[in-house]
């Protein structure tokens, strides 16, 4: 059995994000995450603050480290882990932590750029030469702050369409039974005959 799961949840960087160097770069930080409920009266509320420990690894958390800092919308999408550890007083206990594969900011509270230059000049081999400026795509959410994070997004791939199903010729539609057919020999009864 498993001790992780996957999850993806949107929030605040609670704390200024840590990051540590060398072999084994990790980047830690706490994400606040408000439990939200709307009432009878229709208003949304708080109900709940909850804080999770989140950890990044290798050059994730490295670039996480440069991009992000405490009071950040962010979206994180990892998997949860449970850790059973001993407090100092000699207790057992069990705690979780988020290993994030992703940070991204949350375009619903922050101001995100998209800048399309790179997609640009890799189409233009085949579309024609590249526009001259940077294009820059910039969404803003309800409660838009001063945030800017300029994202490098490359193209999706284009999938292969499937492959479309060629129509059965008159003698193969002919040939195939239109209801299962009963063994042949055999009598109601299954006794044989």
Partial sequence: ??????????GRIATDPQYTGGANPRLTFRLAV????????GEWATRQTVF??????????KTFADLYRKGDPVVISGEVRFNNY?????????????????????????????DRTR???????????AP?????TTQSGAAAEAV????????????APPPVPTPPT??????RPRWPQQPTGTATGGVGV
Avoid at 1 to 10: I, L, R
Avoid at 34 to 41: K, P
Avoid at 148 to 159: A, G, K, L, M, S
Wanted: hydrophobic share 35%; aromatic share 2%; glycine share 8%.
């Fill in 170 to 175: 008159a003698a193969e539609a002919a040939a």
């Fill in 132 to 136: 001259s400026a940077p294009q820059t």
């Fill in 1 to 10: 059995m498993s001790n992780a799961f996957p999850a993806t949840t949107p």
């Fill in 148 to 159: 800017d994070v300029q994202v490098d997004v490359p193209p999706p791939p284009v999938p």
């Fill in 52 to 61: 999770h420990d989140v950890v990044a690894f290798g050059r994730s958390a």
């Fill in 34 to 41: 408000d439990d939200r409920s709307q009432g009878q009266d």
């Fill in 86 to 114: 001993t407090t100092q007083a000699g207790e057992n206990r069990t705690g979780t932590q988020i290993v994030a594969r992703v940070v991204a900011p949350d375009p619903r509270l922050c101001q995100v750029s998209i």
């Fill in 119 to 129: 997609q640009a000049e890799r189409g233009a081999g085949a579309d024609g030469p």
